[in-house]
C-alpha cells in the first residue's frame, strides 16, 4: 500500500495523534503525516474530513474515506490491516475491559492532567491532581506487573494509556511531584513502551511537551 493512500491528520503535541501514528507502525502501514497548527488555524481538508467536530486526528484511507476520533481510528486500523500484531485483545471480556478503561483515559484521566498542566486556578489545579493521583494508584493496580497492559506485546490500553504517558512526565517535572515514583510498574512499563520500535520516533518528548504546556496554558 503506497503513502498517498493513507493520511493522517494530527498535532505533535496531542496524545490522540500519538496513538493513531503508533498503531500504524504497529501494522507496518505507511502513511502521509499532515501536521496541524489548532492554536492558529484549522486547515480546510481538516474542516471537510472532520465537519461534525472540527478536530484531529482525522484518518483518510483510500479515495477519500475519513475517519475520525482516535479510538475508533484505532480500532478501524486494527481491522483494516492483518499485518502486525493484534491490538485488540480477542477475549470479548477482555476486549470489553481495555474499552471501559480507554474511555476512562479519555473522559476523566487526561482531563484531569490537561487541567493540572494549563489551569491557572490554584483550586482547579488541586482538585486535578487529586484526580491524577488517584488515576495514576489504578493505573499502577491495573499494569499487574506485566510487561504491557495487552500481555507480552504492545494493545489497545498499552497505546491509549501510552500515548498520555509523557504528560504525567511532564506534571513531575514541572510540579515536583514525583507521581511516578509511587508507581514503579507504571514507571517500568512507560520505559518498555517508550523504547519500544513502534513508538519511540513518535512520542514527543517531556521537554518538548512541557514547553508547549506553558504555551498553551497562556492562549488559555
Not at 44 to 63: A, C, M, Q, T, W
Not at 132 to 145: A, I, N, P, R, W
Amino acid at each position: 500500500m503506497s503513502e498517498g493512500e493513507v493520511k493522517v491528520l494530527g498535532t505533535w503535541a496531542s496524545p490522540f495523534s500519538t496513538r493513531v501514528r503508533i498503531a500504524l507502525h504497529l501494522k507496518s502501514v505507511n502513511y502521509e503525516y499532515l501536521e496541524e497548527n489548532f492554536l492558529e488555524s484549522k486547515s480546510e481538508l481538516l474542516l471537510d474530513s472532520n465537519p461534525v467536530f472540527k478536530r484531529i486526528p482525522v484518518l483518510i484511507h483510500g479515495d477519500n474515506k475519513p475517519i475520525c476520533e482516535s479510538l475508533i481510528i484505532v480500532e478501524y486500523i486494527d481491522e483494516v490491516w492483518s499485518s502486525g500484531p493484534s491490538i485488540l485483545p480477542c477475549d470479548a471480556y477482555e476486549r470489553a475491559d481495555a474499552r471501559f478503561w480507554a474511555t476512562y483515559v479519555d473522559d476523566k484521566f487526561f482531563p484531569a492532567l490537561k487541567r493540572a498542566v494549563v489551569s491557572g486556578s490554584e483550586e482547579t489545579k488541586r482538585a486535578s491532581m487529586a484526580e491524577v493521583e488517584e488515576g495514576v494508584v489504578m493505573l499502577e493496580k491495573l499494569s499487574k506487573g506485566k510487561a504491557f497492559f495487552g500481555g507480552d506485546n504492545i494493545g489497545y490500553l498499552d497505546i491509549v494509556i501510552g500515548s498520555v504517558f509523557e504528560w504525567i512526565k511532564v506534571i513531575d517535572k514541572c510540579t515536583e511531584t514525583q507521581l511516578l515514583s509511587q508507581a514503579p510498574c507504571l514507571l517500568e512499563w512507560g520505559a518498555r513502551f517508550s523504547s519500544h520500535e513502534a513508538v519511540k520516533d513518535v512520542l514527543s518528548g517531556v521537554a518538548k511537551l512541557a514547553g508547549f504546556g506553558l504555551k498553551l496554558k497562556a492562549e488559555i
